[in-house]
Nanobody, 117 residues
């Protein structure tokens, strides 16, 4: 079955960096777009970034993270990454990776990122 496992979250000071990873299994990873979402306390889940499947050049970011976050993937390791630089307190959230497969969204359990002095 589809499994997504996020890691790499933690506590970081404003201006710092973190690299999130999402290890995928149970499907042909290279064939699917991969997404990062986040959900801050009391807010709706929002899409942070998307990266296209193997043959695609699609990469898009939410306006709030453009120029600071970079999404990438390693199809050989079935892993998608989110490099987060210049972190701000408003980036504090649980970060989830997601794959949409046959009309169904699959989610990991998320990894908590806290940006605080």
């Amino acid at each position: 079955q589809v499994q997504l496992v996020e890691s790499g979250g933690g506590l970081v000071q404003p201006g710092g960096s973190l690299r999130l990873s999402c290890a995928a299994s149970g499907f042909t990873f290279s064939m699917y777009n991969m997404y990062w979402y986040r959900q801050a306390p009391g807010k709706e889940r929002e899409r942070v970034a998307v990266i296209g499947s193997g043959g695609s050049t699609i990469i898009n970011y939410a306006d709030s993270v453009k120029g600071r976050f970079t999404i990438s993937r390693d199809n050989g390791k079935n892993t998608v990454f989110l490099q987060m630089n210049s972190l701000k307190p408003e980036d504090t959230a649980v970060y989830f990776c997601c794959v949409r497969r046959q009309g169904i969204d699959y989610w990991g359990k998320g990894t908590l990122v806290t940006v605080s002095a």
